[in-house]
């Protein structure tokens, strides 16, 4: 999805905009001119004194447009209602990880003074205790690639005992943190145990944490702990699995979680990493007190932009809201000008059909009576219009399937409130233009000629 920040206005589309408003402007402009033009004078003098129905061909063209108006409204209105709805169901999701209350910090570490794995990891032990020393954290660790920036550091991920080439082995999301890391994010280890210092020690095979999905495609039907896998690399020493965690949406809330890898950071060390602290207060307010601890133990290292995990979710999903939003927009103002059109054309029904109502009235006819016939008659092309929109809406929804978030579509929920929010602001609508349009005087009526 493109960044909002991207988002500018192209004077192509302005221009196309613009000529298609003058089209349709003059199309609608030029269709009463050519029946007026097309017209028998003394024809249409003799309707204008004498009839009190209304010209048909008028009538049959309004309803037309009429109906046109509701199906393209009640289309929009759709699509707004399946961005709506797809965005509330991403928001609702169970991401696998708690955002509140913790702080992302990136850093840099000048690479003439860590260019080797044993300084680089002794700085990481001081970050990490240095923050963890400060008032109002409880926990904080190191990450390889911070959260919600994509599947990043993939790498082949065979079984040991598979015979398969490493081409056809699955591949896993690899992330090297520290022992507190899964505290930290709240993600759940659900059998096993986390990292800790004690598999530091020479002599033990790399300690491994799997996710969910990971362990039920490497080994389906068994259990994962203690079994062993590698990257497929000939001379590389391979990892056991010491726990398996819950599926994390780490590297994107859209998508399905991808197969993880975590391993502790002492394995492979970079000099730009991730440090995600978890506070007791509000964690923005904690950087200032965070900078001052990271330059106590390096001024050289960079601090980049430190940023909460909550303001990383809504930056990650602020292109679908964007969608939402602007489609929202749309959708409101094409509910308002379909609820116009239908009370205009309602009323300009009734306008000319007045003095046949008010002889209706004065020959014995009810109110309401004639109130319920002028609503009949704008009730159908509503219903046609509500028709084509449903039909319309279902062809549209193939094309912005891929803008949908764990929603079908066709949702038939989604449809089916749209579709009564626009036929009861219709119907509304009418009712309103047939009651203010009737204002009977059957007294006024019989004077006239």
Same mark, same amino acid.
């Given at each position: ?31 009463? *001119? ?36 509701? *199906? ?85 991920? *065979? ?233 319309? *809406? ?56």
């Amino acid at each position: 999805l493109p960044r909002v920040a991207e988002v500018a206005v192209d004077a192509r589309v302005l221009a196309f905009s613009g000529a298609v408003s003058v089209l349709a402007g003059a199309a609608v402009a030029a269709l009463p *001119a050519w029946r007026a033009a097309h017209r028998d004078i003394e024809q249409t003098l003799r309707a204008g004194a004498l009839t009190t129905t209304g010209d048909r061909a008028g009538i049959r063209v309004r309803a037309v447009l009429l109906a046109s108006q509701v *199906a393209l409204s009640l289309t929009l209105l759709v699509v707004t209602g399946l961005l709506a709805a797809s965005f509330a169901r991403l928001m609702r999701i169970d991401r696998g990880f708690v955002a509140e209350r913790a702080l992302l910090v990136p850093l840099s570490m000048p690479g003439n003074r860590y260019d080797s794995e044993r300084v680089r990891q002794v700085a990481y032990d001081r970050l990490i205790a240095g923050m963890q020393a400060l008032p109002g954290v409880t926990s904080a660790t190191t990450m390889s690639a911070a959260p919600l920036s994509g599947s990043t550091q993939v790498n082949t991920v *065979a079984p040991e005992g598979s015979q398969l080439p490493r081409s056809e082995q699955p591949s896993a999301n690899f992330r090297f943190v520290g022992p507190e890391f899964f505290r930290t994010l709240g993600i759940a280890v659900q059998r096993g145990r986390p990292f800790t210092e004690a598999d530091r020690g020479a002599g033990h095979m790399m300690p491994a944490l799997i996710s969910d999905r990971a362990a039920q495609r490497l080994w389906p039907g068994q259990d994962a702990l203690g079994k062993r896998f590698s990257r497929a690399i000939p001379g590389e020493a391979g990892f056991e699995v010491v726990g398996i965690v819950g599926d994390a949406r780490i590297t994107a809330l859209d998508r399905t979680p991808p197969l993880m890898v975590y391993l502790p950071y002492w394995w492979r060390t970079r000099a730009a990493l991730s440090l995600v602290i978890r506070t007791t207060t509000e964690s923005s307010s904690l950087m200032p007190s965070v900078r001052r601890a990271i330059h106590a133990i390096d001024s050289e290292i960079a601090v980049g932009d430190a940023r909460s995990l909550e303001q990383l979710v809504d930056a990650s999903v602020a292109g679908r809201r964007y969608q939402m939003r602007l489609f929202a927009v749309f959708g409101v103002v094409a509910l308002f000008i379909a609820t116009l059109g239908v009370y205009a054309v309602t009323a300009y029904g009734v306008s000319q059909r007045r003095r046949e109502m008010n002889i209706r009235v004065a020959l014995g006819a009810r109110s309401r009576q004639v109130t319920a016939m002028v609503m009949w008659q704008g009730l159908a092309p509503i219903a046609a219009g509500v028709g084509a929109g449903i039909v319309f *809406a279902i062809a549209v929804g193939g094309v912005i399937a891929s803008l949908l978030f764990d929603l079908r579509p066709r949702d038939p929920a989604v449809i089916t409130a749209v579709a009564a929010i626009m036929a009861g602001a219709a119907v509304l609508a009418c009712f309103v233009a047939a009651v203010r349009g009737l204002r009977i005087n059957p007294a006024a009526a019989l004077r006239q000629d």
